[in-house]
């Protein structure tokens, strides 16, 4: 392939990437905004040291024992932990679950800068 065509193709890939990812921001922001529990996957002690404002704490390996915390299966429901993994875990789970509203915000660096725009 020729270099100017390579190097457009890795600029429209990019900028649909950069789309699709701010648009995900908004629809994260958006949600905070008009309630969504927030839920912190992570151990205690990592919430304790640091976690989102009003987000309760359900740590990964408890979520299947304390998802009658989450409120109804339509509620919209956003899920962090402090990379992502663990969040992604939940969201799965709670989505053959039945729940029908969740979102996983990745890492707690992502939800701050996701609902600071």
């Not at 899920?79 to 996983?104: H, I, P, W």
Request: hydrophobic residues 35%; aromatic residues 10%; glycine residues 8%.
């Amino acid at each position: 392939m020729r270099p100017k065509l390579c190097f457009l193709l890795f600029l429209l890939s990019f900028s649909l990437y950069s789309c699709g990812k701010s648009n995900s921001d908004k629809e994260i922001s958006d949600w905070v905004e008009n309630g969504a529990l927030v839920v912190d996957v992570r151990t205690p002690k990592e919430f304790e040291r640091e976690h989102f404002p009003g987000a309760i704490n359900i740590p990964i390996d408890s979520i299947s024992l304390r998802q009658d915390e989450l409120g109804p299966k339509d509620r919209q429901i956003i899920l962090y932990c402090q990379s992502g993994g663990r969040s992604s875990r939940a969201e799965s789970f709670l989505l053959e679950e039945g729940f029908t509203k969740v979102k996983n915000a990745g890492g707690i660096e992502h939800l701050f800068s996701a609902t600071s725009k």
